[in-house]
């Protein structure tokens, strides 16, 4: 056989280990989705949007709006909306308290981000500025550099925060002009931008990851 016959053979095989990992990883996703449960403030904000892309990756999805009924989930979303107003309604219904309790995975997108940072709840190692982009742009879609993904992901920044100030530990996922606008901090997972308004995914797979891993290692 030729070399070249060889080679193509090789390629055609790790074509075929390629799939067999995609196909693994796809059906565990699948699998995995639809035994976890995960909340989403719903106090204000987008956060139906939230609800509908988890559940389309066959997650169970509860809307919450008070404390108790934060029990027994395996993952929390704080959706993008008006910090301030999150902020006081989480404190009204006594939610900011059973947020800090939460101890499994978070994804907060734009104000959820706001709100977990260290001039809010304290709860991830970042501050950041609100509205930082400025007037003139408050709102625009850009591309978002992934690390480890040669795909950009399309982001919707509204109003957006703009990290100012990041803790040692905290990896930086995507960036946005040099601006790390992805980032995790241990189980939170913070975006500046909306995932949950496009229909790119990656974003909320990721989390579903980090649920899955947190509640096979709770299970231990
Ligand atoms: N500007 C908002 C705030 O300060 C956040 C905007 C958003 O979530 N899209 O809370």
Request: charged share 25%; with cysteine; proline share 3%.
């Amino acid at each position: 056989m030729t070399v070249s016959g060889v080679l193509g053979r090789e390629r055609e095989a790790l074509g075929v280990v390629n799939r067999v990992a995609v196909l693994v990883v796809e059906s565990r996703l699948d699998r995995v989705g639809r035994n976890l449960r995960i909340g989403v403030l719903a106090l204000q904000g987008a956060f139906r949007e939230h609800v509908e892309a988890l559940r389309g990756l066959g997650a169970g999805v509860v809307e919450v709006r008070l404390p108790e009924e934060l029990a027994g989930l395996d993952g929390l979303v704080i959706p993008g909306g008006e910090s301030t107003t999150i902020v006081r309604l989480a404190e009204l219904y006594g939610l900011d308290e059973a947020v800090r309790s939460f101890t499994g995975p978070v994804l907060g997108t734009c104000a959820g981000m706001i709100v977990v940072d260290r001039e809010h709840l304290d709860l991830a190692d970042l501050v950041v500025d609100r509205n930082a982009y400025g007037r003139q742009v408050s709102s625009f879609e850009a591309d978002v550099e992934l690390a480890g993904d040669a795909i950009p992901l399309r982001g919707v920044f509204i109003r957006a925060p703009r990290i100012r100030s990041l803790g040692a530990d905290v990896e930086v996922l995507g960036e946005f002009e040099g601006d790390p606008v992805l980032v995790r901090d241990g189980r939170f997972l913070l975006a500046s931008f909306h995932p949950e308004l496009t229909d790119d995914r990656r974003v909320h797979e990721l989390f579903l990851t980090m649920v899955e891993e947190a509640s096979s290692v709770g299970s231990l």
